[in-house]
């Protein structure tokens, strides 16, 4: 996680959404990713969804089964579903996300017995520090929005 941690701060300091992510299969990362969606001006560049690919490339597969995947915040839908379809085998996050938390929170779409694939979670790992980034991104964002009113 602390890898992803990384990640999530490179994110921080390009003002987006502090999220990180990391793919580790047989003890090492083959791939990763943090939230580009400001940068690149789209809604998709997910940390997750960056990192899946970089793995996907360096495997040469679009199955990710043997893998973990460790990210700071718990995943949104679109996210989450691209975690099942690369079949992932665990998922740890970080920190709960009340608005979007598709993986317990408000959707559990990885554990879902309706899908052809599930996924072991572990969420809350390293809570306290994933969500603590979060909250002082989005405190600062809110101080700027304000000095401009």
């Given at each position: ?25 047989n ?5 990763r ?44 839908p ?8 690369s ?34 979670v ?28």
């Amino acid at each position: 996680m602390s890898h992803a941690l990384k990640e999530a701060e490179l994110a921080y300091r390009a003002k987006d959404v502090p999220v990180g992510a990391v793919v580790v299969y047989n003890g090492s990362i083959i791939g990763r990713g943090h939230n580009q969606v400001e940068l690149m001006h789209d809604p998709t560049a997910h940390a997750e969804m960056i990192a899946l690919t970089a793995a996907t490339a360096h495997l040469e597969s679009k199955w990710l089964k043997d893998c973990i995947f460790y990210v700071t915040m718990e995943p949104c839908p679109m996210c989450a579903g691209a975690i099942v379809l690369s079949r992932i085998a665990t998922l740890v996050f970080g920190c709960y996300d009340p608005k979007m938390g598709a993986c317990g929170t408000l959707y559990a779409i990885p554990e879902d017995k309706r899908l052809n694939h599930r996924v072991h979670v572990i969420g809350g790992v390293l809570d306290r520090e994933c969500g603590g980034l979060v909250k002082e991104f989005f405190a600062k964002k809110r101080t700027a929005t304000a000095a401009q009113q």
